[in-house]
């Protein structure tokens, strides 16, 4: 369906932009599966909203990862974020963040994260951009196997989109989070993603994520990386 929609497109007028307003955001779903010697079925969901009166931004962002072969459950990840954000000048800004985070494919049964600090646009001239932030926060982890986790958190994060054409962008945001407990218990995070439109409302979006722990759940492996291609609808 995606190389169908696709080569549809190429016949297709720029999109028209969406119409302005302090409500904007976007839904996104992909499925794959198999049937015959193996039956699998992968579903991704995933959603996004902020909201920008002025001078607060809100943002607000879920997603769902579920995974089974056979009619056997194998893995199911849950995430969620909101984060507030607000500018001192044309570059500079504060920003507050919490998130959530189920995934059995890593053995975290639960993770609630908070974090705060300063953001800095780096690049903010068309068609790129680049913003740089620093903060810190707390990370408490409750495992599937082994001992919970609570611990402080030095974090910096980065941020880069380029808008290759007026219908397609490339992004991707890296996050790196250090243990200020004193271990060696230090996160990364990396998705990079290629979106091109297909209408003013629909796009294709092809992403790669990687998720590594140094000290991972026994029995668990440190990285953990999910490819997927979705459909994305904005409003």
């Known amino acids: 369906m995606a190389v169908t929609l696709a080569g549809g497109s ?3 007028q720029p999109p028209e932009d969406p119409d302005e307003g302090p409500w904007s955001g976007s839904a ?11 039956d699998t079925r992968t579903v991704g969901l ?8 002025g001078t607060w931004k809100w943002l607000g962002r879920v997603a769902y990862v579920e995974s089974e072969a056979d009619d056997e459950l194998r893995a199911r990840s849950q995430s969620a974020l909101v984060e507030v954000a607000r500018p001192f000048s044309e570059r500079l800004g504060l920003y507050g963040r919490g998130g959530y985070l189920r995934d059995r494919f890593a053995g975290i049964e639960r993770r609630l994260t908070t974090e705060g600090g300063l953001a800095y646009e780096v690049i903010a001239t068309e068609p790129q951009s680049l913003q740089l932030r620093a903060g810190v926060g707390f990370t408490h982890e409750q495992r599937a196997v082994g001992d919970d986790l609570s611990l402080g958190t030095a974090n910096v994060a980065g941020r880069y989109e380029w808008a290759l054409s007026e219908t ?7 996050a790196f989070a250090a243990d200020l407990n004193g271990g060696d218990d230090w996160r990364f995070t990396n998705e990079v993603a290629a ?17 590594y722990l140094a000290k991972p759940v026994p029995g668990f492996r440190k990285t953990d990386t999910i490819v997927s291609a979705a459909l994305v609808a904005s409003f």
């Open 46 to 53: 995933g959603g996004e909203i902020s909201y920008d009166p």
């Open 195 to 211: 979106t091109a439109a297909l209408s003013t409302r629909l796009s294709l979006k092809v992403s790669h994520k990687l998720s």
């Open 10 to 12: 190429a016949m297709a």
């Open 28 to 38: 996104e779903v992909s499925l794959v599966a198999t049937s015959g010697n193996s």
């Open 168 to 174: 397609s962008a490339l992004t991707e945001e890296a």
